[in-house]
């Protein structure tokens, strides 16, 4: 059986592997079946959607705020529920600051192996913390690992979120160079340039297992994608593409 970090390194090279050569199915997004009624990126060269996932994080995600802020961009953050109740200040700043936050469940299981019933709790739960701290609702959801299943997709969708994945990611939750982090994921946002897509960029500014890891190489490699890309390109949140 493919360990949890497997499944998360195979999902972002398949979604690459679709992206590379499926152009047509991703400009029809949302109707499209290819991705299971899930949000990747649009036929918009040019646009970058720097997306966080595991967060929020007291180390690391003011950090990647301050960054954020000093070079006017906004981000999308998806956060983990029971990370998120444990820092409320944080959830705050990060929709104070004017970034879009997601869910990305409670206690980030594989939902592909768990039960509707607690899928739908793990959903449930954590839009309820983000929407009491944000004010807004919560209305996009990405998978644990991109694993899926139908099932998964439609409760998301009945709880009023467009579930997401993305189109350019690499194992920067293991890379200590953010050198490396920001090449590969630069080689990725430039050939989905050559072919007209917009990059959909997943870094991850927290941990689902121990949220003493280091992620300072994510942070920095965010830091290195600003300055490359920032007077070529244009930095949107996810709800610039709905
Ligand atoms: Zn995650």
Do not use: C
């Amino acid at each position: 059986m493919l360990s949890p970090i497997a499944i998360e390194t195979s999902a972002g090279l398949a979604a690459l592997g679709l992206a590379a050569g499926g152009w047509a199915y991703a400009a029809r997004w949302p109707g499209s079946q290819l991705f299971g009624k899930a949000m990747t990126a649009p036929l918009h060269p040019g646009e970058l959607a720097l997306t966080f996932d595991d967060g929020p994080n007291p180390a690391w995600t003011p950090r990647l705020l301050d960054m954020l802020s000093s070079n006017d961009i906004r981000a999308t953050f998806f956060l983990v529920g029971r990370h998120a109740q444990a820092e409320p200040e944080l959830v705050r700043r990060i929709v104070g600051d004017g970034h879009l936050i997601g869910n990305h469940s409670w206690s980030h299981p594989n939902l592909s192996l768990t039960a509707a019933s607690r899928v739908e709790q793990e959903l449930a739960r954590t839009s309820e913390v983000l929407q009491q701290l944000a004010g807004v609702p919560v209305k996009y959801f990405r998978p644990p690992y991109g694993a899926r299943r139908p099932v998964v997709f439609r409760l998301a969708r009945s709880q009023g979120m467009v579930p997401v994945l993305w189109n350019a990611m690499t194992s920067d939750w293991r890379e200590p160079s953010a050198d490396r982090i920001a090449q590969r994921l630069k080689r990725s946002i430039d050939r989905l340039q050559q072919h007209g897509v917009a990059a959909n960029i997943v870094l991850h500014d927290g941990s689902h297992r121990d949220q003493r890891a280091d992620r300072g190489p994510s942070v920095a490699a965010a830091g290195q994608l600003v300055a490359e890309y920032k007077k070529t390109h244009r930095f949107v949140k996810l709800d610039t593409w709905a």
